[in-house]
């Protein structure tokens, strides 16, 4: 299979395409979808008021909007990407392929011509896909791009949210900056689908803040990689991120990128895999809290191995060294800028030194949740973890409801806080993994939409009560039987 022809969605067939989009627009004709809308209209001081408002448009979004729409809810996406850039795949993510397997089945809800492999197949046939091995990362963009587009999904793009504002009279308050100025919003549910960053940011050691800005970034910034010709690299971690941003360091002219790693080994074994089945993607939010907090804290604790691909993509250069049991004690900015590390295996001169220390969740820099954060409940405020046992995301992580609603830590404190759901990775320490990775984010999407479409339900009750009683459509039009005379002997 030629490579470019396999992940260049410009080499596509039409007719392929053609023949999916015909097959989707089939099978959601079969089911009756989307479904009819149900939920009454709701003004507030005369602006009109939208069911659901979901901020961000990457798969986690998407995936949720499309489950709504399926149960007949009326919903926006609200992203504040240009439009086919949501997400990490085409800004800031690096690898060459995704690491999920090709067979997962992703936000295609249940509907088979919805999945990769059929939008891969459409394209370029059974053969190609059999000779896949794992998805090219720029190809699964294009892929959601199509997603976005079969599935007509309102998405807003270029809305930066700045504020979201519960109030007591049923609504949040979304204020929002766009193009044509800033705005508001008013809706009565808004889900937080914002990434694997959604409740935060960068995690950064304290050696960050010694060094000038411009001598490093963490891997996810945006970055001109370009700009590392010939320049001395280091690379903070081990993980999946550190392989990433070596390795394009390398592609792009670096002179020498050392990974400096404090664990003697890499772990070898990715032990989330080991959760991946239905029993915990359905059971997790059932589990007491102490077998929810043991399950998150040793997957954590055990770490995630980079991908077998990206760290060969690493040692296929001479000039890449991998610093295993190094860590740094501190580091002194020479007059032209350059960097020397003291390790504890001696001195490291850098021109540039990378981040690749994943992601926490801190409330500080994501100013738009100011008006919430001090209200959220979580999981430090309700659970205490055995000696030995802490882990600061998880005790950072929200305390989630059964639909991902946001709990208050003082009841009454801000009414209508529980209106707003986190559909994002900070809600699996409550429901597990099912709001933002690739395995299991159809699951998460119905749940979310299932438990949403109750809530509303039993919120406007007087309103489908009164339905109820005031249809009037017969079944029976009163000639379809005569009466009989007969009478039963006495």
């Known amino acids: 299979m030629d490579n470019t022809q396999a992940t260049t969605s410009s080499a596509a067939s039409p007719a392929g395409l053609a023949a999916l989009e015909a097959r989707v627009r089939q099978d959601l004709e079969w089911l009756a979808l989307p479904g009819k809308s149900w939920t009454p209209t709701v003004e507030r001081d005369g602006v009109p008021v939208i069911d659901v408002a979901i901020i961000g448009g990457g798969q986690a979004g998407m995936a949720a909007s499309v489950a709504l729409t399926h149960l007949g809810i009326p919903n926006v996406i609200y992203d504040q990407s240009p439009k086919d850039f949501e997400g990490p795949w085409a800004t800031t993510a690096r690898m060459e392929t995704l690491r999920s397997p090709k067979t997962l089945t992703g936000p295609a809800l249940g509907f088979p011509a919805l999945t990769f492999r059929a939008w891969f ?70 889900v937080v689908a914002t990434g694997r960053d959604g409740l935060g940011g960068a995690s950064l050691p304290p050696l960050a803040a010694q060094l000038p800005r411009e001598r490093w970034a963490h891997s996810s910034d945006v970055l001109d990689y370009a700009s ?56 997790h939010q059932q589990l007491p809290d102490a077998w929810k907090w043991r399950i998150r804290h040793y997957v954590n604790v055990q770490q995630v191995p980079p991908p077998s691909g990206s760290t060969r993509r690493v040692s296929r250069f001479a000039n890449a060294r991998f610093l295993l049991g190094t860590s740094i004690e501190s580091v002194d900015v020479k007059d032209d ?46 659970y205490t973890p055995p000696v030995g046992e802490e882990d600061e995301e998880l005790a950072d992580s929200p305390y989630l409801g059964p639909v991902f609603e946001f709990q208050q830590k003082t009841p009454g404190a801000l009414p209508g806080l529980e209106r707003v759901h986190c559909f994002c990775y900070a809600a699996a320490a409550s429901h597990g993994t099912v709001s933002g990775d690739i395995p299991a ?13 109750s809530l509303m339900y039993s919120e406007d009750v007087e309103y489908h009560y009164h339905n109820i009683q005031s249809y009037v459509e017969p079944e029976l039009e009163g000639d379809e039987w005569t009466p009989s005379d007969w009478e039963l002997p006495a």
């Open 228 to 283: 590392l010709k010939g320049k001395r690299v280091g690379v903070i971690g081990g993980g999946s991120s550190a392989m990433d941003s070596a390795a394009t360091a390398l592609e792009q002219g670096a002179a020498r990128v050392d990974l400096l790693i404090r664990r003697q080994e890499l772990p070898r074994i990715n032990k989330g895999k080991g959760s991946g089945n239905p029993g915990l993607v359905n059971g």
């Open 121 to 190: 197949e459409a394209q370029f046939g059974l053969a190609a896909w059999e000779a896949l091995d794992k998805i090219p990362r720029l190809q699964w963009m294009d892929y959601l791009r199509w997603f976005r587009r079969v599935m007509h999904l309102d998405v807003r793009n270029e809305h930066r949210v700045l504020a979201v504002q519960p109030r007591a009279d049923g609504v949040v308050e979304l204020r929002l900056r766009a193009p044509a100025g800033d705005t508001t919003v008013l809706a009565r549910r808004v």
């Open 441 to 453: 984010i159809s699951d998460g999407a119905y749940r979310l939409a299932q438990g949403i479409a």
């Open 337 to 382: 800028g350059s960097l020397l590390l003291h390790t504890n295996r001696g001195p490291l001169a850098l021109d540039f030194l990378f981040f690749s220390t994943g992601f926490k969740i801190d409330w500080s820099i994501r100013p738009e949740f100011k008006d919430i954060a001090p209200h959220v409940l979580n999981w430090s405020d309700r």
